[in-house]
Structure formats: structure tokens, C-alpha cells
């Protein structure tokens, strides 16, 4: 039997390192306003942790956008695998040509190009979909805050997020 309402569950699940941020961030200021010494040294550094992993948090939380979604995403060993109701496929993270999102999907959609694969169209809640947070961040150029300020902004059209070699004339910007 559980105390905590499901819906609050998730809440603090999706926080989760926001939270324990929170903790660390406590730990710290008491063994510096505490015994000092050693130990107030110590939770200096717990401080500067704890604002980092509070970062991080953040931005994971934000690309947390619920699960139940139709399908699942694993990624394993350089290897994303979506298997949906309706379609699927494997992709190679470091064969990722075009990361794109279609917000006017319901749920919004990830858009996954790679040269010779048919495109690969992932539901922002399916589960597993949190993984792609660190395959996306790690993709080279990519502007972690301009990916979540899109996938959270409510864009009327799709958005391409990142392009390993641009299609576009130079002068013109990609977002």
C-alpha cells in the first residue's frame, strides 16, 4: 500500500535530481555553518556539486515529458531501437544525420534521419524516450536550452533541432 498519490509520485520522479541536489545542497551548508574545518571545506564542494546536478536536473526534467506513450526506445551500446504499435526501427547514434520535432503530432514527435534508413518518427512519451536526452545532448553543435525551449515552447510547425551538414545556403541560420 502506497501513501503517495501516483500522480505526485511521478512528479517527484521526474525532479528526482533536482531533489537530490536539494539534499546535497543541505549537507553542505550544515557542514559549513557546522563543525568547519575539514568539513567545512568539504561542503564547499558539496555546494558547487549540488548547483551543477541541480542544473542538470532541471534540463533533464524538462525533457521528461511523461510516459504511457505509444512504444518503447532503448539505447544501448551506440544504438537506439524504437518499437512502436504501427512502425519501428534501429538507428546508430553516430549515423544521425537530422535531429528534427513535429509538435503538431499528438503526442509531439522526435524525426531521426539517417542515410540509407527510412525516418524514424519517435513519440516524445514513449517509454524509455528520457534515454535520448543524453544521445541528443551528446550529438556535436547541438544547443541543449534551444532543444528543450522547442519540445516545451508549443511550435505550430516542425523544427529541425540539429543537422550534422546543413542543407541550407550558409548564410541563412538553422533556428
Do not use: C
Amino acid at each position: 500500500m502506497s501513501f503517495i498519490r501516483p500522480e505526485a509520485k511521478l512528479a517527484l520522479w521526474r525532479w528526482r535530481e533536482v531533489l537530490v541536489a536539494a539534499f546535497v545542497l543541505t549537507l553542505g551548508l550544515s557542514w559549513i555553518s557546522g563543525p568547519g574545518g575539514l568539513l567545512g571545506w568539504l561542503g564547499w564542494v558539496l555546494v558547487a556539486v549540488s548547483v551543477a546536478l541541480a542544473v542538470i536536473g532541471v534540463q533533464r526534467a524538462r525533457f521528461r515529458t511523461g510516459a504511457g506513450g505509444p512504444g518503447v526506445v532503448t539505447v544501448d551500446e551506440g544504438q537506439i531501437t524504437y518499437l512502436g504499435p504501427l512502425d519501428g526501427g534501429i538507428f546508430a547514434t553516430r549515423e544521425i544525420e537530422r535531429l528534427a520535432l513535429d509538435p503538431t503530432s499528438n503526442p509531439a514527435h522526435w524525426i531521426l534521419d539517417q542515410p540509407g534508413q527510412p525516418t524514424l518518427h519517435i513519440p516524445v512519451n514513449a517509454e524509455g524516450a528520457e534515454a535520448l536526452f543524453d544521445v541528443f545532448s551528446n550529438l556535436p553543435g547541438l544547443k541543449t536550452e534551444q532543444m528543450l525551449s522547442e519540445l516545451n515552447g508549443g511550435a505550430a510547425h516542425p523544427v529541425v533541432i540539429w543537422e550534422r551538414h546543413p542543407s541550407r545556403p550558409a548564410h541563412l541560420r538553422l533556428h
